[in-house]
């Protein structure tokens, strides 16, 4: 790290944001907080509403509205800054937009001397993490973006709902894109010490595999279902940038389904960042740790990535 206070610099004020804001005061992930929003009067506000809970939190942490230039001694840049995406419309269509966006923030947090670690949220976030990749000029294990971190959450509550088994005890994984081409790789699926297909064939009156097509399908349709209710998501997606920072300050080495770039995994060699479990530590994403795939998953993770080269491209 940076510096010996663990100091982050928030882009982008929105719900996104701003629910990892609120849960980072909540869990003390960090000393200092500092927001930056191209709306200033609201950053202020929000660090305003934020300050007032600090007597209710076990936290002394700092929250300030800030500038660029506050990114100069910082740890971690989270960019949450973005246009929404609209009932209907694909990650990959905010594309075009959320570039522009971008085009405005990364060079002027380098510019500030920052050398700390990039976490994009932003969606298409497996694009925009490559797009943060290119503009900053950083090594790739400095640019982590939430890939299909929260969709692995997803995954796992909704089979330990089947299972009836906690879910913090299911190992499985969303893997690719952040997005429509994200799959589950079933063979890799480990209830606690057993493979999930192994617990379904003990129980073939118990269990069925329509049901796990089923819940994969719930898993990779439920951003639409949230936005479709209320507009839009940001709480699970705000803990699950808390989980990463505090992963990052804590040099834990823990497995996160994070958007990184691949070197070679899979037999892809292109410089495409897309979503697979990579050990996480503070010097940001330490070891992509590639799957033992079958045939069919393969071919699926290579369509996922082909997606995403072939947008990035059209940028």
Request: contains cysteine; negative net charge; aromatic residues 10%.
């Amino acid at each position: 790290m940076a510096n010996l206070k663990r100091k982050v610099v928030l882009v982008g004020t929105g719900m996104v944001g701003m629910s990892f804001a609120y849960a980072a005061l909540n869990q003390s992930v960090c000393d200092e907080l500092v927001l930056i929003d191209l709306n200033e009067v609201r950053a202020k506000g929000e660090a305003m509403d934020l300050n007032h809970g600090l007597a209710f939190s076990n936290s002394s942490m700092q929250i300030y509205f800030g500038e660029y230039s506050d990114c100069s001694d910082a740890d971690i840049v989270v960019i949450c800054a973005g246009v929404n995406q609209k009932e209907g419309e694909t990650r990959l269509q905010l594309l075009q937009r959320n570039y522009k966006v971008f085009d405005s923030i990364v060079p002027r947090v380098v510019s500030s001397g920052f050398e700390g670690i990039f976490l994009v949220a932003t969606n298409p976030v497996d694009i925009m993490t490559r797009v943060t990749y290119e503009l900053s000029g950083f090594n790739a294990a400095k640019v982590i973006g939430t890939g299909t971190t929260l969709d692995t959450a997803r995954l796992r509550y909704l089979l330990g709902n089947y299972f009836e088994v906690d879910p913090r005890h299911i190992h499985a994984y969303v893997i690719g894109e952040h997005g429509d081409s994200e799959f589950v790789p079933w063979s890799q699926a480990i209830m606690a010490v057993k493979p999930v297909y192994a617990v379904m064939e003990k129980y073939p009156d118990r269990y069925k595999h329509d049901d796990l097509n089923t819940i994969e399908n719930e898993v990779r349709t439920a951003a639409y279902e949230i936005i479709k209710a209320k507009g839009s998501t940001y709480y699970g997606i705000g803990m699950a940038i808390c989980r990463i920072v505090r992963a990052i300050f804590h040099n834990e080495n823990s497995v996160f389904t994070t958007s990184v770039r691949l070197r070679g995994e899979y037999g892809l060699k292109k410089e495409v960042f897309i979503g697979n479990p990579c050990i996480i530590n503070s010097g940001g994403a330490n070891r992509i740790l590639e799957l033992k795939l079958t045939d069919e998953e393969v071919e699926k993770f290579r369509r996922s990535y082909e997606i995403l080269d072939e947008s990035f491209n059209s940028i």
